[in-house]
């Protein structure tokens, strides 16, 4: 049984929690400020959209979220552990098991099939043949590739290599799903397809979405986005609010 | 399905493994097949030189030795020569009266060394008849046969049935004259012994000198090399008073020889590993230089370094071990073949039979060679992949996603 004083608790941490986060690269001795002193919270179930220019450091701060790049200074608390003072294996067996990715160029495994690809991260996590199998065909029925289990990567469409990422992604039961720019390489009907699959993931599962992207179309669709501006957070909106869109696309375009 | 995956990314640049196979394979079949060649040679050149005259072991006296007289004969050698040759390892015995003399035609003269034996036990213990080129050993002529060398003969411009006068030593010191006629030219793989060796019965030595059955050296043949350590110790322990001799021994250079293939091998070796530590090396990285994104996308979703290094490691080691193989197959298959067909060398005859080579050469290889080679092949390409495989531990995910390759 929950005490009152721990549902508080509960309601107050979020699954991810940036406190003063920068990201400081060495580009021939000149150092750039990608992330700039980043507050952020977000909470379970967001479907978030970082946005911003190109440089703006969206990549960045999703790569220091993901533990894929360590910050130069800050704290990153996931799941209230901070993992902004992990070691390698540690972050790696971290992400293993609390982040799904996808990234813009699908980037699955060329020599595997979809359901392979899949079943690849749950072996990682040392799920046994069968249950993983089982799993993996269920993965990729939820994003309507139910046919095209045995499929090698080649043998898909981009849209198709997307929503094997998606599966991929969602394969380890990550508590949240990283995606950059997800449509980036996608046609309309394809990407609205894609975000289709993942707002219904979001919606029936509540699994988290944060997004790096350009794509007025993810923007359209995120609950919340935060606009990036030379490294910090230059806004922090729910879409839905007057102008936002037009605000953001403008933004964009800078 | 770590294997699985280094399995199927083995077979996705086909070319580039198969480079990697061939030269595996070739590396490990032309190291096989030319250490066979070395030893084979090595072991035709043995086995020509205890056939041709020398046997296993020699028995002398200590005197004899120390200078090549007839009177230095084996006391009691006839006896000697008897139990020696009850010996069960022992195939045969031959005991020989060895005289250094001078062989003289009606045209020129040579200094040679006089073999007395007798020709019955003699084809029990070297292989002097299956050299005759010329007329038949022993047979066709009664009085005083005697076989020359096809180099002598030429020297001394004799032919088949000529005449030949024999001068030397007796034992009792003084200077003997005997003819003899020419029943057999034969000719060995070695220049130099047919040049200074003639083969005559030892009774017409005793008739000519006017003398006892003496011998000076009893030849020894035994029914396998393997025999050779321990009924030398033998014969060495039991006639002290005598010198006891294998051909090691004998035949010092020879062992020279085997010590020289090692390095030699060993240098080869040295070399064909080197070049194929390079070439996988080189191959293997641009294996992994090609799939940078892809390990960094490994290693974002979770995959552990050390699993990411394993994997490189396994495809070089499927890679290593199909080349190893098929390698040994096609070594084995080669050795076996010219182990029973033989090498013709008979172009280099004359520089090899100055060298008392043989100009058939029959590769072979012991077993354990097979296993020590495939071994280090097999090693070498996995050290060929740790460098490119520790490139693969280095990777920073955040930038290998971002690489395009």
């Known amino acids: 049984m929950i005490k009152e004083n721990d549902k508080q608790e509960i309601k107050i941490m979020a699954l991810i929690e940036l406190k003063k986060v920068s990201k400081i690269y060495d580009e021939n001795a000149v150092p750039v400020r990608a992330v700039n002193e980043v507050d952020l919270k977000i909470e379970p179930g967001e479907f978030t959209a970082i946005v911003g220019p190109s440089g703006s450091g969206k990549t960045t701060l999703l790569n220091v979220v993901g533990g894929l790049d360590k910050p130069t200074s800050g704290t990153i608390i996931i799941n209230g552990t901070d993992i902004s003072t992990f070691k390698t294996d540690q972050m790696i067996s971290f992400r293993l098991h609390n982040i799904g990715f996808v990234f813009q160029a699908y980037n699955l495994i060329p020599v595997f099939t979809a359901k392979e690809n899949v079943e690849f991260i749950m072996l990682l996590q040392g799920i046994p043949k069968e249950e993983r199998e089982k799993k993996a065909i269920e993965l990729l029925e939820s994003v309507d590739l139910g046919d095209r289990v045995n499929s090698k990567p080649t043998e898909l469409s981009g849209g198709q290599q997307q929503r094997v990422a998606v599966a991929r992604a969602l394969a380890s039961k990550p508590s949240f799903v990283l995606a950059d720019e997800p449509t980036a390489n996608l046609d309309s009907v394809t990407a609205n397809n894609l975000l289709d699959i993942m707002e219904k993931l979001n919606k029936d599962h509540q699994m988290t979405f944060v997004f790096s992207t350009h794509d007025a179309r993810v923007i359209k669709r995120a609950h919340r986005v935060v606009t990036l501006k030379d490294g910090a957070i230059d806004s922090d909106l729910p879409t839905g609010q007057a102008g936002v869109e037009k605000e953001i696309v403008t933004v964009n375009e800078t | 399905m770590l294997l699985a995956l280094a399995w199927k990314n083995i077979w996705r640049n086909k070319k580039r493994s198969l480079i990697i196979l061939v030269a595996i394979t070739l590396g490990l079949w032309a190291g096989l097949f030319s250490v066979a060649v070395m030893i084979g040679s090595w072991d035709t050149t043995v086995n020509s030189t205890i056939d041709r005259n020398l046997s296993h072991i020699q028995i002398h006296t200590k005197e004899f030795k120390d200078e ?338």
């Open chain 2, 68 to 405: 090549s007289l007839i009177s230095f004969f084996i006391p009691d050698g006839n006896n000697i020569s008897d139990e020696i040759s009850d010996l069960k390892e022992v195939k045969d015995v031959s005991a020989r009266v060895l005289i250094e003399g001078m062989a003289s035609s009606p045209s020129s003269s040579r200094g040679v060394n006089i073999i007395g034996i007798d020709p019955d036990r003699e084809k029990n213990v070297t292989t002097i008849e299956n050299y005759i080129v010329e007329g038949e050993y022993f047979n066709g002529i009664k009085r005083n046969p005697i076989l020359v060398g096809k180099k002598l003969a030429d020297k001394l411009g004799l032919k088949l049935h000529s005449k030949i006068v024999l001068s030397f030593q007796s034992v009792d010191t003084t200077l003997t004259y005997a003819a003899f006629r020419i029943v057999g030219i034969y000719k060995t793989e070695s220049t130099p012994f047919d040049e200074a060796h003639i083969f005559v019965r030892k009774s017409d030595l005793y008739k000519t000198m006017n003398s006892q059955p003496i011998i000076n050296e009893i030849a020894i043949r035994l029914n396998s090399s393997e025999y050779l350590d321990t009924t030398y110790t033998l014969l060495k322990e039991k006639y002290s008073s005598l010198f006891v001799e294998s051909w090691k021994d004998l035949a010092p250079e020879l062992e020279m020889t085997y010590e020289f293939l090692i390095v030699e091998m060993q240098i080869f070796l040295g070399i064909i590993l080197a070049a194929l530590l390079f070439g996988i090396t080189n191959t293997m990285l641009m294996s992994v230089l090609d799939r940078v994104r892809e390990f960094g996308v490994l290693i974002a979703v979770g995959m552990k370094r050390i699993r990411v290094f394993l994997l490189i490691m396994i495809e070089t080691i499927i890679l290593s071990l199909f080349g190893g193989i098929i390698g040994m197959a096609l070594g084995t298959f080669t050795i076996w073949y010219f182990s029973d067909k033989g090498i013709d060398l008979s172009l280099f005859s004359e520089g090899l039979s100055a060298w008392g080579m043989p100009t058939i050469l029959y590769p072979i290889l012991p077993l354990y060679f097979y296993g020590v080679l495939t071994t280090m092949i097999i090693i070498t390409g996995i050290l060929a992949a740790v460098y490119p495989s520790i490139k693969t531990i280095k990777l920073r995910p955040a930038d290998a996603i971002r690489t395009y390759g």
